[in-house]
């Protein structure tokens, strides 16, 4: 399974991007797909995620502002980032896995594929 992230930039604070991943699996309907985030000097940290079943889960920090998607159709996970903040600058990956439970969606080591990671900057 191949993921491969794209849509991230430069924006300024109060501003939007909506990042994709595409998944190179024809069991995509099946996978639960997540997006974490790591910024400099800080551990990878949960952001959204979506359950093959359409539930979807948010860190707190996002709630309100993010929002999680997927394109059955086009084998696509989309993040819409609105009313972004400059503490939400990191670089973002795309995470896909097969065997998650709601317990364990918000955990990176529960995940069995990741993307290459798309850098998001926002400027104050």
């Known amino acids: 399974v191949q993921l491969q992230a794209s849509g991230g930039g430069l924006v300024q604070a109060g501003g939007s991007l909506r990042l994709s991943c595409v998944v190179s699996?024809?069991?995509?309907?099946?996978?639960?797909l997540g997006w974490f985030r790591q910024a400099p000097g800080t551990e990878r940290e949960f952001v959204a995620a979506?359950?093959?079943?359409?539930?979807?889960y948010y860190a707190e920090a996002v709630k309100g502002r993010f929002t999680i998607s997927r394109d059955r159709a086009k084998n696509t996970v989309y993040l819409q980032m609105n009313s972004l903040i400059p503490a939400d600058t990191a670089v973002y990956y795309c995470?896909?896995?097969?065997?998650?439970?709601?317990?364990?969606?918000?955990?990176?080591?529960?995940?069995?594929?990741w993307g290459q990671g798309t850098q998001v900057t926002v400027s104050s």
């Open positions: 995470a896909a896995g097969s065997s998650l439970i709601a317990s364990t969606m918000r955990a990176p080591d529960a995940y069995d594929y």
């Open positions: 699996e024809l069991a995509f309907g099946r996978l639960s």
């Open positions: 979506v359950k093959w079943s359409s539930q979807q």
